[in-house]
Nanobody, 123 residues
């Protein structure tokens, strides 16, 4: 059974940093990604990483402020977010797919999802 468990969210102030973690079990050698969603809007791509960790991809909204990485031995994916803005407030979801070679930016490309974790950035 594949399970993805996010951690590291919370309430921070604008300008702060936060590191989200996603622990993966039941699947390996998979492309991983982070998405986020606010009420009334579609889930949007934030960042993705290939299973080897060689290829990364970022949404323009977080590019330059975020770094995605993975610990293959521990099967954990991280999203380091710096210079957080109130518009980064959302529920963040970890996603995985064993078929993707490169990280895609569409939610339907991923088969497995975590439960989501709230990130709130106050101004």
């Amino acid at each position: 059974q594949v399970q993805l468990a996010e951690s590291g969210g919370g309430l921070v102030q604008a300008g702060d940093s936060l590191r989200l973690s996603c622990a993966v079990s039941g699947i390996s050698s998979c492309t991983m990604a982070w998405f986020r969603q606010v009420p009334g809007k579609e889930r949007e791509f934030v960042s993705g990483i290939s299973w080897r960790g060689v290829t990364t991809r970022y949404a323009d909204s977080v590019k330059g402020r975020s770094t995605i990485s993975r610990d293959k031995a521990q099967n954990i994916v991280y999203l380091q977010m710096n210079s957080l803005k109130p518009e980064d407030t959302a529920v963040y979801y970890c996603a995985a797919d064993a078929r993707l070679i490169l990280p895609g930016d569409l939610a339907h490309q991923y088969d497995y999802w975590g439960q989501g974790i709230q990130v709130t950035v106050s101004s």
